[in-house]
């Protein structure tokens, strides 16, 4: 009998003891698998922070390779740009107020000041026939609001870019011209306001995962635990 308790008893801790194998191979493999798929997944995001990185770069340089000839760097280095944007009932589905605009150009740095014109009338013919003494039939004319304000010859091409971007039109009409010449307190304190910010920090270089670790590493409590820390000492 005494034999048998024995054995018993060593096929129990055998018994045991593969057990415990077998949930540490189990957490093993799964914890390993866990690394594998945030590993994938911090690969898939950075090639997709660069994906968009190249994209932006590609969209820039293409668009100061087309208009890199429209306009020259200013004696001031500076220079004065209108935008104009039509009412909500004329934007369309896409419209975007010029509330968004002027903070998406300050969000870049794009701008050192602005000032919104309320109802500005634009006339222009519709129809050139220079044979034609009725000009009114040939008028016609738009309410829209405007942007006017200062920037740095360096961000021009910028500016635009980002002005057709939040408003999502192609044919939005922006002006750019010269300044020849202004205050040095004023130039500098445009070029501060318009220096283009640091991309070394940008969000997209934080990693989401960086602190990250699977749950069933961490230790849990169970009744046994409450037990132990509840019996009264004798």
């Known amino acids: 009998m005494a034999e048998r308790i024995k054995r018993e008893a060593a096929a129990f801790v055998k018994a045991k003891a593969r057990r415990e194998k077998a949930a540490a191979d189990a957490l093993a493999e799964a914890k390993k698998q866990y690394e594998a798929e945030m590993q994938a997944r911090r690969d898939k995001d950075a090639a997709q922070v660069e994906a968009h990185k190249k994209m932006l770069a590609d969209k820039k340089a293409a668009f100061e390779a087309s208009f890199r000839n429209v306009w020259g760097t200013s004696v001031s280095g500076m220079s004065m740009f209108t935008v104009d944007i039509e009412p909500k009932e004329a934007g369309g589905k896409d419209w975007t107020s010029i509330e968004e605009t002027i903070v998406g150009l300050f969000k870049k740095t794009l701008i ?16 050139i026939n220079y044979g034609s003494t009725n000009v009114n039939a040939q008028m016609n004319n738009q309410m829209k609001r405007r942007l006017t304000g200062l920037t740095n ?3 021009v091409a910028e500016l635009i870019e980002e002005s057709i971007d939040i408003q999502q039109r ?3 009409d922006i ?3 010269q300044i020849s010449d202004v205050s040095a307190e004023y130039k500098q304190w445009t070029t501060i306001q318009t220096e ?19 749950v069933s590493s961490e230790a849990t409590a169970d009744m046994q635990d409450f037990q132990k820390q509840n019996t009264p000492v004798t």
Not at 112 to 127: G, L, Q
Not at 200 to 208: E, L, Q, R
Request: without cysteine; aromatic residues 14%.
């Open 112 to 127: 050192s000041d602005v000032r919104d014109f309320v109802d500005i009338k634009r006339f222009y013919k519709n129809d």
């Open 170 to 172: 192609e044919d939005l």
């Open 153 to 155: 010859d360096d961000r």
């Open 196 to 214: 283009e910010m640091d991309q070394n920090n940008v969000f997209s270089d934080d990693d989401p995962f960086e602190n990250s670790k699977p």
């Open 175 to 177: 002006l750019i011209w």
